[in-house]
C-alpha cells in the first residue's frame, strides 16, 4: 500500500539508483551528481551532474477498473489511483563527452534495472510487494523538443523514461460491504430450434 508520498518515494528511489551505479562508482564517472532539480534549476545553481526531473504525471486509466481489495469478510479497500511518472534524464555537464559517456550509463543502470522491487525501492515503497518498471520512452524530436521549450532552454541531449505503475492508495475509508456467503452456478445449454 503507498499512500501520496508515493511518487516522491519513485523519484528517491530513481536518484538513489544513479547514485549508487554512477557517484559513488570509481572511474570517470565518479563523484558526478544526481539531482531531482530540472536541467535550468542547475544550471541556474551553477551545478554539474545528472538532472532526473519529473516533467510529467499521467493517469494510468486502464487500470481504473480494476476490482476493489477485499481488506477483511465485511470491507472492500477503494480503488488506488494508478499513475505513470515521466521524467527528463539530462547530463548537465560543461564537457560533450563525458555528457554522453554519462547518458549511456544512465540507460544502462535504467535498462539494468528495469523493474524494481521490494529493497530496491525507498520511502513508503521500501519493503512492500510493490513494484516499478523502468521504459525508456521513444519520444519524436518534436515531442521531446516540446518539453523543452517547456522550460524556456535551447534543447539539450537527454531522454525520457515512463516509469509505472504508482498507486496513491485512497485516504478515505473502506467501504462496507457484505460478504458472499453462499454461492450457486447453474449451467443450461441453449438449444436453436430452426
Partial sequence: MSD????SAVSTTLRDLLNKNITLSTGVLSGIGIDLRSPRELKEAGLDGVSVWLYKVSRMSEMLNEPPERRSANQMQRTPLPVE???????????????HTVLGR????????????GGDLQGVLAGTSEQIRLNLEALTLEQLSLVWEALSEPYQISVTYLVQVVKIDSDLEPVRSSPVLERNVEYSQIVSQV
Fill in 4 to 7: 501520496y508520498s508515493a511518487i
Fill in 85 to 99: 511518472l515521466h521524467y527528463l534524464v539530462t547530463p548537465v555537464l560543461q564537457d560533450p563527452l563525458t555528457r
Fill in 106 to 117: 544512465v540507460l544502462q543502470v535504467f535498462h539494468d534495472n528495469a523493474i524494481l522491487r
